[in-house]
């Protein structure tokens, strides 16, 4: 059974940071492409960063230089560090895993960005 597990959301000011992690399991890992992507309310699901299973990662404009997205193949895990956080970034973080025709979806974690 494959479970993507995310962890790490919270509230924090404006300008603070998070970390959010995903934990995969029954699936193998170093294969898959991971992502991150986030909804906020009323607004469709949007990519937030993804890193293929060769580590090239790739990031919505909105989040550059702000957002770092890392894989631990021997952790089977994927960590998103999210810098200078605005309110604009609160949203629900969803992490996925695909290869080819198989996606799999966490049950995301919740951020919230206010004073």
């Known amino acids: 059974q494959v479970q993507l597990v995310e962890s790490g959301g919270g509230l924090v000011q404006p300008g603070g940071s998070l970390r959010l992690s995903c934990a995969a399991s029954?699936?193998?890992?170093?294969?898959?492409?991971l992502g991150w992507y986030r909804q906020a309310p009323g607004k469709q699901r949007e990519l937030v960063a993804t890193?293929?299973?060769?580590?090239?990662?790739n990031y919505a404009d909105s989040v550059k230089g702000r957002f770092t997205l890392s894989r631990d193949n021997a952790k089977n895990t994927v960590d998103l560090q999210m810098n200078n956080l605005k309110p604009e970034d609160t949203a629900d973080y969803y992490c996925?895993?695909?290869?080819?025709?198989?996606?799999?979806w966490g049950q995301g974690t919740q951020v919230t960005v206010s004073s």
């Open positions: 996925n895993a695909v290869l080819f025709s198989h996606l799999y």
């Open positions: 029954g699936i193998i890992f170093s294969l898959y492409g």
């Open positions: 890193i293929t299973s060769g580590g090239i990662t």
